[in-house]
């Protein structure tokens, strides 16, 4: 019985360690769901901060800016992400998150290399998404029906899309897609197409990017508000963050990712920006 005894205490304390590391990881869990807009950047900073604090556990989910900011209103996860300001989503009070901006990212409308077009005005852009322009040819393009892809209501880039473009007109009806990678796969094979994505998923040669009164879909032409379809990145949290949580969005909004990785994704540094924009959308340059 002493031997057996000493045989289990010899285990359990060779256990003990991987036991507490386990415990660990369980108090460190961040759950982080919301804009896919944003997934790309918080998966690699994700990735890249566990290989600095092993015992960290950031599990990132999409779903939408809607669902980013109901669920963390809710309590059910530590972050919501969003493209949009909260103030601006029924249902969600503002004044019970804290607003973590954490970088800028371009939206850009994207069209199926085989209908001819490469400009459109926001006039056209504005008539297409509405329902107005039905056909190619109306915008210089081929013979052929314009099909409209809509990202899901709840998209964070859809609002700002449409705010910006549509300006309180009603879209269309469409065929609705809850992510940027899948409208790019749906663009990208099926003729007649258009939609919109966010720039880090617009690196496909397979698409064609429509430049908007020939300015170019480029983050340098959106610092000054050339290109004008743009939209901040939030990291929201319930009241103040618990202590892991604060830790990676201060990670996050670290001199080392702003400059190095958020630029290598396609994002913009908060940084970079000579304007702002507030949730009503108007345009303000810094230093005024």
């Known amino acids: 019985m002493k031997k057996n005894n000493l045989g289990k205490l010899l285990i359990l304390m060779l256990c003990l ?7 660990s990881q369980s ?28 015992s960290s556990n950031i599990v990132v989910q999409g779903g939408g800016s809607g ?25 969600i009070d503002a004044k019970k998150l804290e607003d973590y901006p954490v970088a800028v990212v371009g939206i850009v409308p994207i069209a199926n290399k085989e ?6 005005s926001i006039k056209q852009l504005s008539d297409i998404f509405t329902g107005k322009i039905k056909n190619w040819r109306q915008v210089g393009g081929k013979n052929q029906s314009i099909i409209v892809i809509n990202r899901s209501r709840g998209s964070g880039t859809r609002s700002t899309f449409e705010d910006l473009i549509l300006k309180g007109k009603e879209a269309v009806n469409s065929q609705e897609q809850d992510s940027n990678g899948t409208v790019k796969k749906i663009v990208n094979s099926t003729p007649g197409t258009i939609s919109y994505i966010s720039f880090p998923y617009a690196n496909d040669q397979n698409i064609q990017k429509i430049s908007i009164n020939h300015i170019q879909p480029d983050n340098k032409n959106i610092p000054t508000n050339k290109w004008p379809l743009w939209s ?29 990785l958020v630029p290598k994704i396609g ?6 920006m000579k304007v702002t924009r507030d949730s009503q959308n108007k345009v303000t340059k810094i230093g005024n």
Do not use: W
């Open 27 to 54: 108090r460190e869990k961040i759950t982080i769901v919301g804009s896919s807009a944003l997934q790309p950047l918080i998966e690699q900073a994700g990735n890249d901060y566990h290989l600095a604090h092993l």
């Open 67 to 91: 669902t980013g900011l109901s669920q963390v209103q809710a309590g059910a996860v530590e972050v919501g992400t969003s493209d949009v300001f909260a103030e601006t989503q029924k249902g």
């Open 115 to 120: 209908t001819g077009v490469k400009n459109l």
């Open 17 to 23: 360690p991987f036991i507490l590391m386990g415990c």
């Open 267 to 272: 994002y913009l540094s908060i940084h970079e």
């Open 232 to 260: 901040y990145e939030h990291m929201y949290t319930k009241g103040k963050p618990n202590k892991a949580t604060a830790a990676f969005i201060k990670y996050v909004l670290s001199k080392k990712v702003q400059r190095d």
